[in-house]
């Protein structure tokens, strides 16, 4: 004879799976604005930003912007490393090239 099935406990396995997976879900969400250096936003112009994206429909500004997460994604486009960081990084590389001067892209 089958053992019977424990409805109450698989039930409650679910909606501990659920919770779990919603939370894991909450945490990402929270790595991603902090990865993309959204987080220097405050909480009002964030969630300002967020509602004109979930409101548009224009499927050639959500395609672009699709392109520009997935670049994201796979390491071509990352928040701009801080001055120092990046002076330190591309001074040895780069100290004969005539782009490594930081005020030609200002005066552009």
């Known amino acids: 004879?089958?053992?019977?099935?424990?409805?109450?406990?698989?039930l409650t396995a679910l909606e501990a799976k659920a919770r779990a997976l919603k939370t894991r879900k909450v945490q990402q969400l929270g790595e991603l604005v902090v990865a993309t250096g959204a987080d220097a936003f405050n909480v009002e112009e964030?969630?300002?930003?967020?509602?004109v994206l979930a409101e548009t429909t224009d499927t050639g500004k959500r395609?672009?912007?699709?392109?520009?997460?997935?670049?994201?994604?796979?390491?071509?486009?990352?928040?701009?490393?801080?001055?120092?960081?990046?002076?330190?990084?591309?001074?040895p590389a780069q100290s004969d090239?005539?782009?490594?001067?930081?005020?030609?892209?200002?005066?552009?």
């Open 63 to 91: 395609e672009a912007w699709a392109k520009r997460g997935a670049a994201f994604f796979q390491g071509r486009t990352r928040r701009p490393a801080k001055a120092d960081e990046r002076n330190a990084k591309s001074a």
């Open 97 to 108: 090239s005539p782009q490594s001067a930081p005020s030609e892209k200002g005066a552009r």
């Open 1 to 10: 004879m089958r053992k019977p099935r424990d409805f109450d406990a698989e």
């Open 46 to 51: 964030l969630a300002g930003a967020m509602i």
